[in-house]
């Protein structure tokens, strides 16, 4: 496993002035102040007491300087916490478990996204179930539970810039989409390789696609993936993994990853040649379950997978480390939260089935 990627930051919200000093007081407001600070401190006091600095400095002339910091620390300090005011309606935490107080069983659970906005609950549809908690779990699996972080280093050995694998995987998962919608299909190792020569201008040999797609066999699982595999099965709740890639390379990972132990069954797309997210693919993880849409679950870090997924009938939960904001223009998952754990406690808390 690897502690590369960093955990979401802390949801920073407030509605009363109390919590906005508690916010300031922890140093909430320290990462966006303190870099401000210095930079405007240092510009006025090379302005405003240079000459005496250099001519050395009495004690006033400390306490002039020591102003100059602290008052653009203040306000941008106040300008932080001015962005993150939420109305005083009780969302001011973050809970990413749906509404349980019955106060309106219609509509969905309100979130946060990282940076402390609202995710404003979502109606549903008037033929769609109220969630309750899922008989599985289906996980999507590239970047939901494998790191793809790794693949830098070998993106530099074949003189790509090291971050330019998160512009690969975006035009990987475009292609593979756009042949769906065109009726055709391409394996996920085909569209890998594929999108890596474009991004690479042309210019890399087989041997150079070959080095970064190797590196497939060594990615390691996301840091929060085991916790929430584990809290799904200790609520006796059954985990299956459905994924846009091979199954053979899943079940490779899983095992590698020592996941394996949590997961009943893996379902690639390759079973119904389309990528994701057609209602198709759900439709046919399902059959494969065994079980109906309302009593499984699509857990990924994609919003367009889980609004795929809601369009099917399954309960959705959205992990917010990865997109950190929810794209609008798809249907609002029913769980949302900082990462996988967060979303599995959620799922595990939802009422049981009637």
Known sequence: MTGDRPRPPVVTTWSRPS??????????????????ALVVGTILSAVNQGDVLLAGAGPGTWVRVAV????????????FLSARRVPADGATERDPVPNRSGDDPGRRGCGQDPGGNLYPPAPRRKDSPVPHRPHTVAFDVVETLISLEPLHDRFVDVGLPGPAWQRWFDRMLRDGMALTLAGDYAPFPEVAASALRVIGGGRLSDDDVAHVLDGFATLPAQPDAEQAMQVLTEAGISVTCLTNGARESTE???????????????????????????????????????????DVALVAVHA????????????????????RHYAEIFTRADVIGDDLVDVARALAALPAPA
Request: glycine residues 10%; aromatic residues 10%; charged residues 20%.
């Open 252 to 294: 490779a990972f899983l095992g590698r990853s020592g996941l394996d132990r949590f997961v009943d069954q893996v379902i690639s797309v390759a079973e119904v040649r389309m990528w994701k997210p057609p209602r198709a693919v759900y439709d046919h993880a399902l059959a494969r379950i065994g079980r109906p849409a309302a």
């Open 68 to 79: 100059n910091y602290l008052v653009p620390f203040c306000v941008a300090s106040l300008g």
């Open 19 to 36: 919590q906005a000093v508690g916010l300031f007081v922890r140093g909430r407001t320290a990462r966006t102040a303190a870099p401000v």
């Open 304 to 323: 367009f997978d889980c609004h795929g997924a809601h369009a099917a009938g399954l309960t959705t939960g959205w992990a917010a480390r990865l997109e």
